[in-house]
């Protein structure tokens, strides 16, 4: 198969789709890879190590779009990449298209395939292809909102340690998931006092096994939430329901209520975001003020450390890569069914139930389509 390598082009994203090493993989199962030009040098990955794994460069992503019979990328594509796509042509990056009606449709228009990361679910149950890059914004959540209650950051000037003698920030983190228990471990290891909030009784279970009386675990209802928000100096946001939009669990008044100069940082935006008053930022600006909280939510948060993230996730993305190369989407996606369970939009169809409802499709049951 003829497979092609875009360049990034959201705000400030230097992750790239494949790596050298990922392009052997396929150049060594007998695919082509075409890779743009300069798509990994900001990371450390020359267009030298490209062509040494065998890849070709190209100049223009138009080229590479209208040559490739999959383009594997890493965030949604942006308007021009979306009117580059073309029908029957494989699209496999992360899409969350739930909160993002005008991409939708886009993509629906494209007649492509288009296989989100965000949705593939894996044997052992999960996302295997979301959880490397909730890992990293997990970890990262605290940094950035341990940064951001800095005083020249706007924050109240508040370290979240604390020193001997004066006791430590309160973190709050609603969703305990893979976001969730990365930030948690981050939490613990500065020193914060920290509550987790979860609906899940049985992963509060395991963390409490793992942390005992270091942390608290809530159950996670309105009211729970409030109690937490309220008292907290850092809220991180990390719920997902699959595929869907995220539940506002925290509502505009409960910010208003919150300390002055305390950071909220909504991990959760890319699926719409978890706090009412939320909506996407990017690295080059990533935070905005609303009644004196200071509101970070980035929806590429990995991009920050772009080089970890892109081995990170080509970790967990090249096994699929490999079955739709080898296979082609129909036979690869028969063949899988945590696969299939990535495709959101196919041949100008909405294939994921979640976003056909939550953006007024008929849904199409993908094995309608698979031949
Ligand atoms: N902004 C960014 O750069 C990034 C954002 N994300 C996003 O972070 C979010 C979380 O991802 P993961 O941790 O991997 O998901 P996950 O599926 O591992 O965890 C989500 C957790 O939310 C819990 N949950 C659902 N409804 C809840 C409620 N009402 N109250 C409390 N908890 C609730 C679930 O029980 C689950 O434990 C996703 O939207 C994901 O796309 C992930 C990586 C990067
Ligand atoms: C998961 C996601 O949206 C990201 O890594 O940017
Ligand atoms: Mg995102």
């Not at 383009?71 to 899409?95: F, H």
């Not at 959760?268 to 905005?288: L, M, N, R, V």
């Amino acid at each position: 198969m003829l497979v092609g390598v875009p360049k990034e082009i959201k705000n400030q994203e230097s992750r790239v789709g494949l790596t050298p090493a990922s392009v052997k993989e396929l150049v060594l199962r007998g695919h082509q890879v075409l890779v743009q030009k300069n798509a990994g040098v900001a990371i450390g990955l020359s267009d030298a190590m490209y062509e040494g794994a065998g890849a070709t460069i190209i100049d223009a992503a138009s080229e590479i779009f209208a040559r490739a019979e999959m383009i594997v990328k890493v965030k949604e594509p942006q308007p021009e990449e979306c009117a580059m796509l073309r029908k029957g042509q494989i699209l496999y990056t992360y899409l969350h298209l739930a909160p993002d009606p005008e991409q939708t449709k886009a993509l629906v228009e494209s007649g492509a395939v288009c296989i989100a990361y965000e949705t593939i679910t894996g044997a052992n149950g999960g996302l295997p292809l979301l959880a490397p890059m909730s890992e990293v914004a997990g970890r990262m959540s605290i940094q950035a909102g341990a940064a951001h209650l800095e005083k020249s950051k706007g924050g109240m000037g508040l370290l979240l340690g604390g020193v001997p003698g004066v006791a430590p920030g309160h973190i709050a983190i609603i969703g305990a998931g893979v976001v969730g228990t990365n930030a948690l471990q981050m939490a613990v290891g500065i020193g914060a006092r920290v509550t987790i909030l979860d609906k899940n009784i049985d992963r509060l279970r395991q963390l409490d096994l793992i942390y005992g009386n270091r942390i608290s675990t809530m159950y996670s209802n309105a009211h729970s939430i409030e109690e937490a928000v309220l008292d907290a100096d850092l809220v991180i946001g990390g719920v997902l329901v699959p595929g869907a939009a995220a539940p506002k669990l925290v509502t505009k008044d409960m910010i208003s209520r919150m300390k002055p100069g305390a950071v909220v940082v909504d991990v959760a935006i890319d699926q719409g975001g978890c706090f009412e008053t939320s909506y996407a930022t990017t690295h080059e600006k990533p935070t905005y003020v609303i009644d004196g909280v200071i509101h970070y939510c980035v929806a590429n948060m990995p991009g920050a450390v772009a080089r970890t993230s892109t081995f990170a996730l080509n970790n967990a993305t090249i096994g699929h890569a490999l079955a739709l190369a080898d296979k082609g989407w129909q036979k690869a996606l028969k063949a899988n069914p945590h696969l299939k369970n990535g495709l959101n939009v196919c041949l100008g169809h909405v294939t994921y139930e979640a976003v056909a409802h939550g953006l007024g499709y008929t849904y199409v049951d993908p094995d309608s389509l698979l031949g």
